[in-house]
C-alpha cells in the first residue's frame, strides 16, 4: 500500500515562507508524476506545481517565482518551497503521486498566511 505523509505547514506572516514536505512510503522512481495541489473551502483541490521523472517542473501562474518543488530521492521525499507567501495562498496543501493509472495523496497540511 503506497502512503504519502504530508507536513510542514502552519501559520506565518505575509511575505514569510514555509517548506512542506512530503514522505512516500516506497521509492519516487515508481511515480510518473509527483506534486503538491490546494484546495480552499468552497472551492476544488487545485494543482501549484509538479515534478516529471526528467526533473522537470511546472508551476501554476499564481506561484510561478515563489513556489519551488524538489524531491530527495535517498530521502523519498517531496518538497515545496514557499517564499513570499501571500493570504492568498491560504489552504490546505496536499501531496499527490501517480503510479500507473492511480493517485494517491497525503491526508493534507494546512497553510495559514495572516495579512
Known amino acids: 500500500q503506497v502512503q504519502l505523509v504530508d507536513s510542514g505547514g502552519g501559520l506565518v506572516q505575509s511575505g514569510g515562507s514555509l517548506r512542506l514536505s512530503c514522505v512516500a512510503s516506497?521509492?519516487?522512481?515508481?511515480?510518473?508524476?509527483l506534486g503538491w495541489y490546494r484546495q480552499v473551502p468552497g472551492q476544488n483541490r487545485q494543482v501549484v506545481a509538479q515534478i516529471m521523472p526528467d526533473e522537470t517542473a511546472i508551476y501554476a501562474n499564481s506561484v510561478e517565482g515563489r513556489f519551488t518543488i524538489s524531491r530527495d530521492k535517498a530521502e523519498k521525499t517531496v518538497y515545496l518551497q514557499m517564499n513570499n507567501l501571500t493570504p492568498e495562498d491560504t489552504a490546505v496543501y496536499y501531496c499527490n503521486g501517480m503510479i500507473l493509472m492511480s493517485g494517491y495523496w497525503g491526508q493534507g497540511t494546512q497553510v495559514t498566511v495572516s495579512s
Open positions: 516506497t521509492s519516487l522512481d515508481r511515480f510518473s508524476i
